[in-house]
């Protein structure tokens, strides 16, 4: 959401960031929206099995996830590279922090 409102803002392409993410598996949108869901589905599985919960919980998780998807995997390529950095990092936190949120909520966290 927050790159979202960042691109409405400056008027910016709203589907740069999945042109972006389809550009990992040398394909446009359609790849971009399949690379979104399949890293994202990926991450909550990943939170939901560590057991991530709260809003800090998911905060700290979003951070590491945005360094590893955007600083390790990221910038090696120019399309992600190019991207407005902090609402990219935004996006990530917010991530964490409802995937947190919602595992916390359904009571997943029992157990």
């Known amino acids: 959401m927050p790159s979202t409102v960042h691109a409405l803002v400056a008027g910016d ?3 740069r ?3 972006a993410a389809g550009s990992l ?3 446009g949108v359609r790849s971009g929206v ?6 994202s589905a990926f991450w909550t599985f990943v939170l939901t099995r560590l057991r991530v919960r709260g ?6 998780a979003g951070l590491v996830i945005a360094a590893l998807d ?7 390529n120019a399309q992600i590279r190019a991207l407005p950095t902090v609402p990219q ?4 936190v917010a991530f964490g922090v409802l995937v947190a949120r919602s595992a916390q909520v359904d009571g997943r966290e029992a157990g």
């Not at 399949?34 to 890293?39: I, K, M, T």
């Open 70 to 76: 955007l600083e390790i995997i990221g910038r090696r």
């Open 13 to 15: 392409d709203l589907l």
């Open 55 to 60: 809003v800090v919980g998911g905060a700290v």
């Open 25 to 27: 598996v040398g394909g």
């Open 34 to 39: 399949v690379v979104h869901l399949a890293v």
């Open 89 to 92: 990092w935004l996006d990530h």
């Open 17 to 19: 960031a999945t042109r």
